[in-house]
Each structure stands twice: as structure tokens, then as C-alpha cells.
């Protein structure tokens, strides 16, 4: 029966193709199945037997692929992509940056031209994942690219970077960062090791597939820090309850940064952003700041947004001796032995409330901003560290007179940030925007 199946598949396969046939399109379609795709991207005139070495391995498993070359000089064994394809995307030749000898404008040109190439071979189906290897350079090169891709591809970067600061080339994407242990450079008992477990992880990622069907429900994004945790999981948990999915980022800089990735990207319905105190780290030189262009997504997009101060009265940085000179006498908290946190004067809150007042003025759709009158971190409250009533009155005071009371609603509870009334009361207010704009 299955000779019969796979003649008949021939036969159907040859009317429809040339007399040539291809031998892997005509596996993948045996079975009804179709096989995945592996993208390799990589400088394959430096690194080619390491990427020849990954390839084989791959196909070994089963798995197609295609390979991006990312080098300038002639290539160990031929690419399904050029590095002139490369270099086109960004309106460069691939002779004049070889000819140039200059390696940081050959990885700007090349990682710009892979950034822009990337997701349109993704869209028109070259590729299901992608895997790189590489040091400062070749990482620099590839995870531009791989960021630009949707959220749930598979993306693996093997780098000997990837123990560091990762922040710069991962940024708010999903990429995996493996590190290489030992240099991409040859294939040793080590490297060998290392390049088999990366490919069966993309192989991994690619083959299996989690088809488990989750109910769709409105999508929330909430923000939270430890000391907003009472605030937020009221909130969520009454959400919850009424049938919304919410996620929750830690306002950690990156978190924040995230948020506002998925916001632009359009995969969020709401936004209950109680916890804003990126901008105080950003206005004052702390760890955790998220970027000048915080709290603009949801505005941009028009979603539904209700907004609080939760954890303005506090600056992060890092262990207690990492804490800048100039801070030297200011009311200081060691959170834990790597972070340090500092409580925002008068003033400062005030420069963070008008911040918040310009960011939402600027939105366009539903916003509504809300205070908590009794204070606005766990640590702000009587007989805690960071207590401070005239602190906090400067924050309400700066937003009241700076935001524009015809463009966003102002509301003023006489609760503490994680008081439940509170945490509920802004759900409520998410929940009622949402229902009328649908």
C-alpha cells in the first residue's frame, strides 16, 4: 500500500514539475509532510568548515536548509544567498566594501543588508528558523536580523559573547544565545560538542511543535516591580477573572523595552501600566531605564492605556559601592547585595511627573492616568524607608499641572498603590475602554 502511495505520488509530482525532479521537495511532500528549513547565516569565507560542519549536521537530521553568506570574500562552498545579494539590500557593492579592507563598515553595510533581506526571505518561506555563530563581529552582524524577525521563530546565536552583556544584540527579541565556550574558530573536541548541541536545538525547536490550542482571549500588558507585586497581581487576577490574558513585564529596563516592542507590534489589546519608574533611572542616571521613547507605544497605536506611578520614589543601581559619588548622603536601600536603591527627592519627582504628562499628552487613543494618593511603592509607606508625602505630593502635583485634562482623564484614589480597591479600580477602567472600543 505505501509502494502504491509513493508511485502514485511520482506520478502526480511529474505532471505537475520537470522531467527534473527535485529529489528534497519530493521528500518533504511524502507522508503529507513538509520539511522544515534551517537558514545558516554566516561568514562562510572565514568560518567555512565550521559552517560546512553545522550544515551537514543539520541535513543529517533530517532538516533543509539555506544558507546566507555574510563575508566578503569568496565563500568555502556556494550560498543560497550571496554576500552581493547582502550587500545590495543595502544599497552597497560587495567589490567596493572588499576593496575598502576596512572590517567595522563591511559588518555596519552587511549586518544593515541583512536586516532588511532577512525577514523578506522569512515572509516569502525560504526558512522556518536560523542559527549563527560567531564572535563580537559575526554576532553583531546576524542579530539584527534575527531581531527583525517575528517573535516565536526559532533563532539561535552561537557566540563567545553570549556569557556577557547580551542586551545589545538580543535587544527585546526571543534570539537564543548559546556561548561557544571556545572561539568559532576550527573543529576541536570542544567546538565540536558545542556546534552539535546547537544544531539539535534549532533542529529541536524546528521539528516539534507545541499544536495544544489555547483559548484567544483580549491581550493585557501590565507592568510591575517587586514593590508594586500586591498592586499588579490584584489587578491581573481580576482581570483574569473576566476573561483577559495579561502579561506582565518587570520594569527592569528591558521589560519595559519589551512591552513596548509587543505593543508596537500589535499583538496587545490593553495596556495597565501601574509601574513607570523606568523613567526615573532614565531622567537620573540609573541601571533600569527603558529608553526615551517609554510610554509612547500604546499612545501611537491608539490602544486603551491606564497609567500609574508605581515605584517612581526609587533610582536602581547596582551593588551598594557601584552607587555614583555624587549620590553620596541620599536615602539609600539595599534591595538585595546587587541592587541598590536610591529615594527620588521633590524635585525629581516632579521632572519624572512631567515626563509622564508629555509621554500621554501625546496619545491617541483612550488614556486615563491614575494616582495613588497614600503612595506609590511598598516602601513608601508609614514607617518605611522610603516614605515620603511631600516627595510624592511633588510627583501629583507636576502631573496634574502639566497633563492635558482634555486629551486624558486624571483620576486621584485616596488608597496606597497596592491597596486591593486600587488594583482593582484601574482593572475596572482598562476593562471599561477596552469594551467601548470594541
Not at 20 to 48: H, W
Not at 163 to 170: D, F, I, K, Q, R
Not at 301 to 313: E, H, L, T, Y
Request: aromatic share 6%.
Amino acid at each position: 500500500m505505501i509502494k502504491v502511495s509513493i508511485i502514485v505520488l511520482l506520478f502526480l509530482y511529474v505532471q505537475k514539475q520537470p522531467l527534473t525532479l527535485d529529489l528534497i521537495n519530493l521528500e518533504s511532500i511524502i507522508g503529507g509532510r513538509v520539511m522544515k528549513t534551517v537558514a545558516i547565516a554566516g561568514t562562510f569565507d572565514s568560518k567555512g568548515q565550521e559552517y560546512s560542519y553545522v550544515k551537514k549536521l543539520i541535513e543529517e537530521l533530517g532538516l533543509k536548509t539555506f544558507t546566507i553568506h555574510t563575508g566578503v570574500f569568496e565563500p568555502a562552498f556556494e550560498p543560497d544567498v550571496s554576500n552581493e545579494e547582502v550587500a545590495k539590500a543595502a544599497g552597497a557593492d560587495i567589490s567596493e566594501i572588499a576593496a575598502k579592507k576596512d572590517r567595522a563598515h563591511a559588518t555596519e553595510t552587511l549586518s544593515k543588508g541583512m536586516e532588511k533581506l532577512v525577514p523578506n526571505l522569512y515572509e516569502a518561506g525560504k526558512f522556518d528558523a536560523i542559527i549563527s555563530f560567531g564572535g563580537t563581529g559575526g554576532t553583531a552582524l546576524v542579530t539584527p536580523a534575527m531581531r527583525a524577525l517575528p517573535i516565536g521563530v526559532p533563532k539561535l546565536m552561537v557566540s563567545t559573547v553570549a556569557s556577557g552583556n547580551t542586551a545589545p544584540y538580543v535587544g527585546t527579541s526571543d534570539i537564543v544565545m548559546m556561548p561557544s565556550v571556545v572561539d568559532v574558530s576550527g573543529i576541536n573536541s570542544i567546538s565540536a560538542k558545542i556546534f552539535s548541541n546547537a544544531a539539535f536545538a534549532i533542529a529541536g525547536m524546528v521539528k516539534f511543535e507545541n499544536n495544544t490550542e489555547i483559548e484567544k482571549k483580549p491581550l493585557v500588558a501590565a507592568t510591575m516591580f517587586g514593590v508594586t507585586t500586591p498592586c499588579v497581581d490584584f489587578a491581573r487576577k481580576y482581570m483574569e477573572d473576566r476573561g483577559y490574558e495579561v502579561l506582565i513585564f518587570h520594569a527592569t529596563g528591558t521589560g519595559g523595552q519589551s512591552m513596548e516592542a509587543l505593543i508596537e507590534g500589535g499583538f496587545i489589546e490593553g495596556v495597565l501600566d501601574l509601574t513607570t519608574t523606568e523613567w526615573c533611572d532614565e531622567l537620573m542616571g540609573g541601571v533600569l531605564n527603558a529608553g526615551p521613547n517609554r510610554l509612547e507605544a500604546a499612545g501611537k497605536k491608539g490602544i486603551p492605556q491606564v497609567v500609574s506611578v508605581g515605584a517612581v520614589d526609587m533610582v536602581n543601581f547596582g551593588p551598594f559601592d557601584s552607587v555614583p559619588k555624587q549620590f553620596e548622603g541620599r536615602n539609600l536601600y539595599k534591595h538585595n547585595p546587587t541592587v541598590t536603591l536610591m529615594r527620588t527627592t521633590a524635585e525629581e519627582n516632579k521632572m519624572v511627573g512631567e515626563k509622564i504628562a508629555e509621554k500621554l499628552n501625546m496619545a491617541s487613543g483612550n488614556t486615563v492616568v491614575m494616582l495613588p494618593l497614600k503612595g506609590v511603592s511598598m516602601i513608601d509607606a508609614p514607617e518605611q524607608a522610603f516614605y515620603g508625602p511631600e516627595e510624592d505630593e511633588a510627583l501629583f502635583e507636576a502631573i496634574r499641572k502639566n497633563l492635558n485634562r482634555e486629551h486624558v482623564i486624571l483620576e486621584e484614589m485616596p488608597n496606597h498603590i497596592n491597596d486591593k480597591a486600587f488594583a482593582e479600580a484601574a482593572a475596572q477602567k482598562l476593562i471599561d475602554m477596552m469594551e467601548s472600543q470594541n
